[in-house]
C-alpha cells in the first residue's frame, strides 16, 4: 500500500465558503513541480471541505458555487506527471451544505438544536452515509486515479438526540449518566460508529485497492485495534516533536503503516504565520525515527495557488527526510520493551468513562507518564494496545503495565503464559481498585487497603517521595524489593506540605515474584501518573531501576542525556538506531501550537550497543561515515561525536544469520 513507502505528505487544508471563488489560478503541473522540488512525495486534494462544497464536479455532493476548474482532476494530473501522489480528503461528519439541504441529517443536542459550531454536523445514524459519504467516495475512486483515500472530522462522543437516533436507538436517548438507559445508549453508540469505520473501508476496497485511513482513530487517545480494512493510522496535531514521539510509539505497536501531521502555522490552522524550519525538522525527525511518515498541513489560497512561504516552510523537513529515506524506508520497532495502553482501563468494561473526555484524559495520565520516563531517558519501548499485547506478547522481553484499573479477561490469560514462558512483567498499583485479580495473583501479593496519609516514601538511602497514599501489599510468593516509609505523624500536614519521612512501616512498596520462568515486579503506588504530574527525578530512578533489574541486557544502552530518544529499529537484517534530541524549550503560541526556535547541539553522546555475530561496522547515517566502536562486557561501545536534531546509527547484518529477532545469539 502506498503509505509504506512514502514520508513526505503535503497536506493544504482547504475550505473556502459559498461567497469566495476558488481554484482560478491552480496550475496542476506547475504545482506538482514545485512540490516535488519541495521533496514532497504525497499532497493531499480536498474533494469535499467542511462546508460540504466539493472542489470537482460531483453528481453525488455539493460542488462549490464558485468553482473556477476542476481542481481535483488538475492536481492528479499534474502531481501524477511529476510523481507526487495525490490523497484524496473528504470531510465526514462536518458537512455544512448536507445539513443546510437536508436539516433531517444534523447531528442534534437535547434540545433540538443542531451541532458542529462553525460548520454543520451530520449523524451517523442518519440517511447521510447511505445516500452521499459512501457514494461520493465511490465517486471519488471511479472518476480520479488517487493513491489514497482520507477521512477527516471523527466526532467526539456527543449524544445525538435526532430522529433518526431515537428510531434506531428504539426510543428516547438519555441525557446522561442519571439515566437508566445511559450505559447502553454509550455502548451502542460506540458501535455504531465501529460499523460504520468498517463499512466505509470495506466499501472503498470494493472499488479500488487503495489505503483507507480515519483521522485519528486508533490512536494513543483511542487505543482500541482498528477493524479489518483499515490501511494506516494518522492524526495531527499542533504540537511538535514531543507529541511527534508519543504518538508514533504508540502506532508502531499496532504493526499499520503510520504517519504524523502538524500544521506550519504559529496558531492553529487559521493563521497564516510560518514557525521555525527547525521545529518542523525536529517534529519531522521524532516520526522518522520511530518508523513513520510526516505530513506538512498548509492552506492554499482561495484561488489554488501556494504561498512561496509555504513551499519553503515545507522543503525543511522534506529535505531532511530525502536525505535518510533510503535507511528510515522499511524499518520498524524492534520489540523489546512493551506499555500497555489499555482501552479497557480509560474507558472502564462497561464504557462508563467513555462519554467523559476530561475523565479519559485523566485516565490516560499513567501510560503518558511510562511513555515519557522512558522517552526521555533513552530507553527504546513501543505502546501496545490490548489487541496487540494478545498477539505478540511473546515477542516482548519485558511488558509494562502502568496502573491499568481493568483488563479484559484474554489480556490477562496472555499475560499469564507470556511471563510463565519466561516473560518480565512490571506492574504498578493504580489510584483506583485495580489491577485485576490475576495480575495481583502473578505479582504474587494481594492489597490489604491503603494507607490514610496522601503521601508516603519509598526506602532507599535518601526516601523518596511518593504523592500519594500506598497500597498495603501483604506478599504472598513475592519478595520484598524496597520497603515503604511512613511519614512524621501519619502524614498530617507538616508546614507548608508534606510530612517528612519518618520510619519504614510493616509492608513493602516493591515486590518481585518468580512465575515459572518469568518475573513479575509490583509497585505499590500509582507512579507513571506521579512521574507525569511531577517529572520527578528521583521518582525516575526508582523505576528506571526496576526497568533495568528486569532487562538487564537491552539491544541497546543509552549513556545520553537527559532528552535524548532512542528508537531501535530493523531494515531487513539491519540494526538502525536513532537518536533524536529533545532538549530544545519547546513554547506555546497561543497557548498552543508548539513553537521551537533553537535546538541545541550534544556532544560525545554515549551508547553501547549489544554485540551480535558477524558485526564489523557501524555506520553514521546517511553519510555513511564508519564510528570506532570497542568491545566491553557484552556490548560495543560507541560515541556519537554531536547530536543536532538526529543522528542515526547503521550496523549493517546484525539480524543476519545466527541473530534471532531480538537481536541475540
Same mark, same amino acid.
Not at 184 to 198: G, I, L, T
Not at 533 to 548: C, G, K, P, S
Not at 632 to 647: D, K, N, Q, T
Given at each position: ?382 505502546? *501496545? ?233 557501524? *555506520? ?46
Amino acid at each position: 500500500m502506498g503509505h509504506l513507502n512514502r514520508f513526505c505528505k503535503s497536506h493544504p487544508d482547504f475550505h473556502a465558503p459559498a461567497h469566495v471563488a476558488v481554484g482560478g489560478r491552480l496550475d496542476g503541473h506547475e504545482y506538482g513541480r514545485r512540490l516535488r522540488e519541495c521533496g514532497a512525495d504525497t499532497v493531499v486534494a480536498f474533494a469535499k471541505c467542511h462546508y460540504g462544497f466539493s472542489y470537482y464536479p460531483t453528481r453525488v455532493g455539493t460542488p462549490h458555487p464558485q468553482l473556477q476548474k476542476d481542481m481535483v482532476g488538475e492536481i492528479v494530473e499534474g502531481c501524477h506527471a511529476h510523481d507526487v501522489a495525490v490523497v484524496g480528503y473528504l470531510s465526514t461528519f462536518l458537512d455544512t451544505a448536507a445539513v443546510e439541504q437536508h436539516p433531517d441529517w444534523a447531528s442534534r443536542d437535547r434540545e433540538g438544536r443542531t451541532e458542529g459550531g462553525h460548520y454543520g454536523r451530520v449523524c451517523v445514524n442518519g440517511p447521510y452515509v447511505e445516500e452521499l459519504l459512501i457514494p461520493q467516495g465511490r465517486e471519488l475512486l471511479e472518476e480520479y486515479d488517487v493513491d489514497e483515500i482520507f477521512y477527516d472530522t471523527m466526532t467526539l462522543f456527543s449524544p445525538c438526540h435526532c430522529e433518526n437516533c431515537r428510531r434506531a436507538f428504539g426510543g428516547p436517548v438519555p441525557e446522561g449518566p442519571q439515566d437508566e438507559d445511559w450505559l447502553r445508549y454509550v455502548r451502542w453508540y460506540r458501535e455504531r460508529f465501529s460499523e460504520f469505520f468498517a463499512r466505509v473501508a470495506r466499501e472503498m476496497h470494493a472499488v479500488r485497492d487503495v489505503p483507507c485511513a480515519f483521522n485519528w482513530m486508533w490512536s494513543a487517545r483511542d487505543p482500541n485495534s482498528p477493524p479489518a480494512g483499515i490501511d494506516g493510522l494518522l492524526g495531527d496535531d499542533q504540537y511538535g516533536g514531543e507529541s511527534a514521539s508519543y504518538n508514533c510509539r504508540y502506532w508502531a505497536g499496532e504493526g499499520l503503516p503510520f504517519e504524523y501531521m502538524t500544521g506550519r502555522f504559529l496558531a492553529g490552522l487559521g493563521d497564516w504565520n510560518s514557525g521555525t524550519p527547525t521545529m518542523y525538522r525536529y517534529a519531522a525527525a521524532a516520526s522518522i525515527a520511530n518508523g513513520g511518515g510526516f505530513w506538512l498541513i498548509d492552506r492554499m489560497m482561495p484561488d489554488g495557488s501556494l504561498q512561496e512561504e509555504a513551499y519553503r516552510t515545507m522543503a525543511a523537513p522534506f529535505h531532511f527526510i530525502r536525505r535518510r529515506l533510503d535507511y528510515v524506508r522499511g524499518a520498524r520497532h524492534v520489540p523489546e520493551v512493551g506499555v500497555l495502553n489499555g482501552w479497557t482501563h480509560l474507558v472502564g468494561p462497561d464504557l462508563r468513562y467513555f462519554p467523559d473526555n476530561e475523565a479519559r484524559g485523566r485516565r490516560a495520565f499513567p501510560y503518558r507518564g511510562a511513555s515519557d520516563l522512558l522517552t526521555t531517558r533513552g530507553r527504546h519501548f513501543t505502546g *501496545l494496545s490490548e489487541g496487540a499485547l494478545v498477539e505478540r506478547a511473546a515477542d516482548y522481553r519485558l511488558i509494562i503495565l502502568p496502573e491499568q484499573e481493568f483488563l479484559r479477561d484474554d489480556v490477562a490469560d496472555a499475560l499469564r503464559g507470556y511471563v510463565e514462558g519466561g516473560g518480565r512483567l512490571l506492574v504498578t498499583q493504580s489510584a483506583g481498585a485495580g489491577p485485576a485479580p490475576a495480575v495481583l495473583e502473578l505479582a504474587g501479593v494481594s492489597v490489604e487497603g491503603f494507607t490514610e496519609a496522601n503521601h508516603g516514601y519509598f526506602a532507599g538511602e535518601t526516601p523518596v517521595l511518593q504523592r500519594s497514599p500506598f497500597a498495603r501489599i501483604a506478599p504472598g510468593t513475592a519478595a520484598p524489593l524496597r520497603g515503604y516509609v511512613r511519614p512524621v505523624g501519619g502524614g498530617a500536614r507538616f508546614g507548608h506540605g508534606f510530612a517528612p519521612p519518618e520510619a519504614e512501616g510493616d509492608f513493602p512498596a516493591v515486590t518481585l515474584n518468580h512465575v515459572g520462568q518469568g518475573q513479575v515486579a509490583y509497585v505499590g503506588a500509582p507512579v507513571f501518573e506521579s512521574y507525569h504530574r511531577y517529572y520527578d527525578h528521583h521518582l525516575a530512578a526508582v523505576l528506571l531501576e526496576l526497568v533495568d533489574r528486569l532487562l538487564p541486557d537491552p539491544i541497546v544502552r543509552s549513556e545520553a542525556p537527559p532528552n535524548v530518544e532512542t528508537a531501535v529499529l530493523r531494515r531487513g537484517d539491519d540494526l538502525l538506531v536513532n537518536l533524536v534530541n529533545h532538549n530544545a524549550r519547546e513554547r506555546k503560541s497561543a497557548g498552543y501550537v508548539s513553537v521551537v526556535h533553537h535546538m541545541p547541539e550534544l556532544h560525545d553522546v554515549r551508547l553501547r550497543v549489544r554485540c551480535a555475530p558477524g558485526v564489523g561496522r557501524v *555506520l553514521s547515517v546517511p553519510e555513511e561515515r564508519e564510528l570506532p566502536f570497542r568491545e566491553s562486557a557484552g556490548y560495543l561501545e560507541i560515541v556519537v561525536p554531536r547530536l543536532h536534531i538526529m543522528e542515526s546509527l547503521l550496523l549493517p547484518g546484525y539480524f543476519g544469520e545466527g541473530a534471532d529477532e531480538g537481536g541475540e545469539a
